[in-house]
């Protein structure tokens, strides 16, 4: 069965550092990898994804992710936050059940939190 | 440009009562399903459909009920409401095309607190 850890609950950081949330996953099969966002009351948006080929993937707003098999990692970075990145962060592995169904595990998410 | 669309945005209940979250989506798409949001657990899969006329069960199912009438939309019910239903729930939907790389796109979310 899949599975998602996201390392840490909460990223405190300052305007324009760096920042690196990690996460790390379990699948016995082809990984499929998600990063969501979801800013302050509003639904979730899809960052980037991870299906195949090269294991640098670049997303919206400037993130990117690197997807590592022998380390079971799929860490999202920027190289410089704004205080517009606080939100949460969501990990996920893509699942499909016996009807062919897509579901997503999810990770319990890291809270960003950019201050100036 | 609507994607999915749930209501209400907000809602409050008294437990006891039952309520039906609603969901529609204009993409088309034979796969909705939908989530629960608590603190510190991430999103789980309450009921799911493959299509219309076809639902099944997720991770946390007891207490919801839903039915899929039409490709379009696909409702969540609460019987009774319980105070630990409170959360917040996401529709979500996605193509059948491209198997586990699709990307699966999330309503606006609904607040749901049982008092």
């Known amino acids: 069965a899949q599975s998602v850890t996201q390392l840490d609950s909460q990223v405190p950081v300052f305007e324009e550092a760096p920042v690196e949330l990690r996460c790390n996953y379990s699948s016995s099969v082809s990984v499929y990898l998600f990063w969501y966002v979801q800013y302050p009351n509003q639904g979730l948006q899809l960052l980037l994804k991870?299906?195949?080929?090269?294991?640098l993937v670049k997303g919206i707003n400037g993130f990117e992710a690197e997807f590592n098999k022998s380390q079971t990692s799929f860490h999202l970075r920027k190289p410089s936050v704004h205080i517009s990145d606080t939100a949460e962060y969501f990990c996920a592995v893509s699942a499909v059940g016996n009807t062919g169904f897509q579901k997503l595990v999810f990770g319990t998410g890291t809270r960003l939190l950019v201050s100036p | 440009n609507a994607g999915v669309t749930q209501t209400p945005k907000f809602q409050v209940l008294k437990t006891g009562q039952s309520m039906t979250l609603q969901c529609a989506q204009d993409?088309?798409?034979?796969?909705m399903s939908w989530y629960r949001q608590d603190p510190g657990m991430g999103l789980r899969l309450i009921h799911y459909s493959v299509g219309a006329g076809i639902t099944d069960q997720g991770e946390v199912p007891n207490g919801y009920n839903v039915s899929r009438s039409t490709t379009e939309d696909f409702p969540l019910r609460l019987l009774s409401a319980a105070p630990s239903q409170t959360s917040v729930y996401f529709c979500?939907?996605?193509?059948?095309?491209?198997?586990?790389?699709?990307?699966?796109?999330f309503g606006e979310g609904s607040w749901l607190t049982v008092v």
């Open positions: 979500a939907s996605s193509s059948t095309l491209g198997g586990s790389g699709n990307t699966i796109y």
């Open positions: 991870y299906l195949s080929g090269s294991t």
């Open positions: 993409m088309n798409h034979e796969y």
